[in-house]
């Protein structure tokens, strides 16, 4: 058996700061595509091609309606978590770690992505680790809730 040998340059500032650049812009791909979604909608700009946004999505992007306002709904997510000063640099990667999120207020929002976060041991979360969180949330609300009424 012949090995070869083949040595693998390591990457120049300006490739790693390229990388990361471009890391970036996958990552958030799914928010950018939640922004643009909420201003054609918004805009209406469809409305020379079709009749409804959902129509619109669906022949243009191959969206159907509960995906376009999932990417919506994740945008909004997101730009609450950048109102957040404690969180800065660990933000959502894909639509499926927010989604968990949507249905709560902004505050809590926030509150749950810095649980999820800490839970994954400082890293970004997955959409499972965040959506435990929230249903640990959910259940302990629910029992202040139980208490409150007990105690009237």
């Not at 500032?13 to 201003?39: I, N």
């Not at 700009?45 to 409804?52: A, I, M, Q, W």
């Not at 999932?70 to 894909?94: E, G, R, S, Y």
Request: net charge positive; with cysteine; proline share 3%.
């Amino acid at each position: 058996m012949l090995l070869i040998a083949v040595e693998i340059p390591e990457l120049t500032q300006q490739e790693k700061s390229d990388r990361l650049h471009l890391e970036r812009k996958v990552e958030r791909a799914f928010f950018e595509a939640g922004k643009a979604l909420t201003e054609l909608r918004h805009r209406r700009l469809y409305r020379s091609t079709h009749r409804t946004f959902e129509e619109y999505c669906k022949d243009r992007f191959g969206y159907n309606r509960s995906r376009s306002y999932q990417l919506i709904d994740a945008a909004i997510v997101v730009d609450n978590l950048h109102k957040c000063p404690q969180i800065v640099d660990i933000l959502p990667t894909a639509e499926g770690q927010v989604r968990p999120l949507t249905k709560l207020e902004t505050e809590q929002q926030q509150e749950v992505w810095q649980a999820a976060v800490e839970k994954a041991g400082g890293k970004v979360p997955t959409g499972k680790v965040v959506k435990d969180v929230v249903q640990q949330i959910m259940v302990l609300q629910d029992l202040l809730c139980q208490i409150i009424s007990y105690s009237r």
